[in-house]
């Protein structure tokens, strides 16, 4: 006995351990559940009067038959409405059914008299239906009702009528094909649960994989763009940047469950469909390229932004089609700078090896021709003075006076000409020690050391320091932050400023400087203007060469240096012909837009 009750109890346990179906599934097959129930209900209403008038010699059906079926209807409608309207407590309006489906049955089995496959084949239907929908120790109850039910009426029918051993034998048979048909139920219920719960994680991980990839697209640096049909489906946020087109908050990517779809009705298409329209007007060759390339073929070229884009700091873009196996295509955007910058760094390391290999063989010979000459210059005034001194004590002899004045009119003048030629090698020893310095610039740091700047706070503190006596007009209409070489920063602008200043006091007697700060995009513009005479048209494509000037008293390496210190940090330097005043424009990508006030004037300092 003992025995018996621990196997029942380890089985109950092993029962109520068992996994069910998720709530929308249980809904929507208890829905269909009770739907049967009432359709089987008025079969059986309907099956007992058309029994009785198809055949006149039958009895009408027993009151306890008509009361039955009479409630069974009415109960099924019940539960089929209150399981649609109340969504709660689903599993114990499912037992309360099918608990009421086996005491219906065992009813119509009593009244019928003996066991009937008809009515055993309902039974079945509620076992397995309850081991599917119920919890195992829920739908062990109601197999066991059902078994009690079948023997007892059995048992209840022999006691009343006759004993049949037949009839004993098929209700035990019965009983024993409920726990049979109970047992495949829960396995098989069991399977599909676990499948559904595969399924369920499966299309977790795909749609948590699906969240990673588009924000992995959305924060690539590259540009990714893909084209199906002739119609963009995706365009990341780099591709909006490099190609200086506006990007909504809601233009990020098309869902790519929908396997790549185009729908007008969609607002990302919408938006996606703006942006090809964009992207037609602007860049009309670069899409002209893209769909032009025939399916599989993959193309590779460089592409210039035209005039309309080029005021962004990307000049350049490498764009490479590659076909996709559904037949669209993917275009991928990759901005140069990184080469540029790359190749600037090497440009960078080569001169400063040679700039340190040299500067002190050329600074040495260079620094005793700048002493010598110093040496002499002062000679040269010396001895002028020992020539006064000597003229005014002879002078008091009037018989001699003639005589030393005609000696020492051509000694002064000899020594007046040597004076010169030894201030001209001087200064030209300093010309050519500035450019040394210049040129040694670039090595005394050949890797920029990037770090963030806050335009607004720090070139307040930049021109106190270095142009403080100067008229400096400082307009910041943004609050940016940029990534940039603070040493190589203020060298970019000392030049900039120093060269605004000399050109300006050329064209006016009160020279001053206007520096502009805003953002365009994604980008931080720093305008250095002033109102000197500008640079001709012939001289625009020489105006960053090295060693170039139109000043006698330049070295013609400022901007040259400046330029390069730009594009080692990812930012251009550009002379912008087309502004009123002259003007040279630094473009750095913006690190921190959430300033953005374009008509707000966060600073105005002299």
Request: glycine letters at 4%; a negative charge.
């Amino acid at each position: 006995m003992k025995l018996a009750l621990r196997a029942v109890s380890a089985i109950t346990n092993y029962l109520q351990q068992d996994e069910t179906l998720p709530l929308p599934q249980l809904r929507r097959l208890g829905l269909i559940y009770s739907s049967y129930r009432f359709i089987v209900s008025v079969f059986f209403m309907l099956m007992v009067y058309v029994t009785v008038k198809s055949d006149s010699g039958s009895l009408l059906p027993s009151l306890l038959q008509q009361t039955a079926l009479s409630f069974y209807v009415i109960i099924s409608l019940i539960l089929l409405g209150l399981f649609y309207v109340v969504t709660k407590n689903l599993r114990r309006q499912l037992a309360f059914g099918l608990a009421l489906d086996v005491i219906i049955l065992s009813l119509l089995l009593y009244t019928n008299g003996a066991p009937d496959l008809q009515l055993t084949m309902l039974y079945m239907v509620v076992v397995a239906a309850s081991f599917m929908l119920l919890y195992g120790s829920q739908a062990l109850i109601i197999t066991l009702l059902a078994i009690i039910f079948v023997i007892y009426q059995q048992f209840f029918y022999a006691i009343a009528n006759s004993m049949s051993l037949a009839n004993l034998g098929d209700a035990l048979l019965m009983s024993a094909s409920f726990l049979a048909v109970g047992v495949l139920s829960w396995s098989i219920s069991q399977r599909l649960v676990q499948v559904e719960q595969v399924a369920a994680n499966q299309a977790k991980e795909v749609e948590r994989l699906n969240v990673i990839n588009q924000e992995v697209i959305t924060q690539m640096v590259n540009g990714v763009i893909v084209i199906d049909r002739q119609h963009i489906v995706l365009a990341n946020l780099a591709a909006h940047q490099l190609l200086s087109i506006p990007h909504p908050p809601l233009a990020s990517m098309l869902d790519t469950s929908s396997h790549l779809r185009y729908e007008q009705n969609n607002p990302e298409a919408t938006l996606l469909a703006d942006f090809q329209q964009q992207l037609k007007e602007q860049h009309l060759q670069l899409i002209d390229a893209c769909l032009s390339v025939s399916e599989g073929l993959s193309r590779s070229f460089v592409y210039e932004l035209p005039a309309v884009a080029n005021a962004s700091v990307v000049g350049k873009l490498r764009v490479q089609i590659i076909p996709l196996k559904d037949n669209s295509k993917l275009i991928m955007l990759e901005d140069l700078r990184r080469e540029q910058a790359s190749a600037q760094q090497l440009k960078l390391a080569s001169l400063g090896q040679l700039t340190a290999s040299i500067a002190h063989e050329i600074r040495n010979p260079l620094a005793a021709i700048s002493q010598a000459s110093q040496l002499l210059m002062e000679d040269v005034v010396e001895s002028e003075r020992n020539k006064a001194a000597e003229h005014s004590t002879i002078s008091s002899i009037n018989s001699t006076a003639d005589h030393t004045t005609a000696m020492t009119e051509p000694a002064n003048t000899y020594m007046t000409g040597n004076h010169e030629l030894y201030e001209m090698i001087f200064s030209q020893t300093k010309r050519v020690n500035r450019i040394i310095e210049d040129i040694l610039k670039l090595s005394r740091q050949q890797v920029a050391r990037q770090q963030s700047i806050l335009l607004a706070d720090w070139l307040p503190l930049f021109l106190d320091n270095y142009f403080r006596d100067h008229d400096i007009f400082l307009r910041v209409y943004t609050n940016p932050t940029i990534s940039f070489d603070m040493h190589q920063l203020e060298q970019v602008l000392i030049n900039l400023i120093n060269n605004g200043l000399r050109h300006s006091s050329y064209a006016h007697p009160h020279a001053f400087v206007e520096i502009e700060i805003y953002c365009a995009d994604n980008d931080v513009i720093i305008d250095i203007l002033d109102d000197g005479l500008g640079v001709s048209s012939n001289d625009l494509q020489h105006l960053f060469n090295p060693f170039f000037t139109t000043d006698e008293a330049g070295t013609g390496l400022g901007l040259y240096l400046s330029q390069a210190f730009c594009e080692a940090n990812q930012a251009r330097l550009l002379y912008i012909p087309e502004h009123q005043k002259t003007c040279f424009r630094l473009i750095a990508p913006a690190i921190d837009t959430d300033g953005h006030d374009a008509d707000k004037r966060l600073t105005e300092d002299q």
